[in-house]
């Protein structure tokens, strides 16, 4: 299957920082790309889909100027996390959208960043 | 009511059982339905994807009813390593959008 990476895979910072997570296809164009947290025990939640070359569209609850998302090209993503506080700490997950010639499509996960604020 | 929910669990069986978990959605328009499995702090992996005829993947079988909205994972004989949450995800086509609303996934432990 095609390949999602994230970097970093954890980060530690102090309150009010801060924080960029990319998230790259290796191996095929994404134009599209979604962007979860997961919180222990929870499943995951999406906050918001990454449109390449436009505006993210963000989902209900989520702040987008807090949570800033980039998708400048077809095979990256960034999601910043803006005055970090405590309870932003949380694993955050992206995914990408693969399309295939003859139809269809599936989207394949990032290993994931775990963002601990201080 | 939740967009898509499962059964927590956890499901306890011993090796080689059959265990079947389902999954109900609420958006009757939803168009693509898929199991993924997710180990502890591990992102989730596409397990199947799950088709209105019914798909089978080895000892994985997935079914779709789209009257009763409802999808359902079947694993038979259980290995030790199937042993993981069970998640469920659903793309509601809202707005011709392709996101996934994921379910709060079903945990399985498979005990020798």
């Known amino acids: 299957g095609a390949v999602v990476s994230q970097h970093p895979s954890w980060v530690i910072c102090k309150s009010g920082t801060s924080v960029k997570i990319e998230c790259r296809s290796l191996d095929f164009q994404a134009t599209t790309m979604f962007w979860y947290r997961q919180f222990p025990k929870q499943s995951l939640m999406l906050m918001a889909t990454s449109n390449e070359g436009s505006k993210a569209t963000y989902e209900q609850g989520v702040e987008k100027d807090k949570f800033l998302i980039n998708h400048a090209s077809l095979t990256l993503s960034t999601l910043t996390v803006t005055s970090a506080h405590p309870e932003d700490s949380s694993f955050y997950i992206c995914s990408a959208r693969e399309t295939f010639s003859g139809g269809g499509d599936t989207q394949y996960f990032g290993p994931g960043t775990r963002l601990t604020v201080l | 009511r939740k967009e898509v929910e499962q059964d927590p669990g956890p499901f306890n069986v011993p090796e080689g059982a059959t265990v079947a978990f389902n999954c109900t959605y609420s958006?009757?328009?939803?168009?693509?339905f898929f199991w993924y499995r997710q180990d502890c702090r591990k992102e989730p992996k596409l397990l199947m994807s799950v088709y209105s005829s019914g798909n089978e993947d080895g000892r994985f079988t997935a079914q779709l009813n789209r009257a009763s909205q409802y999808i359902s994972l079947l694993i038979r004989d259980s290995k030790l390593s199937d042993s993981a949450t069970y998640l469920c995800a659903v793309n509601p086509f809202e707005d011709s959008s392709y996101k996934l609303i994921f379910g709060s996934g079903t945990r399985l432990l498979v005990r020798p």
């Open positions: 958006n009757s328009a939803s168009q693509s």
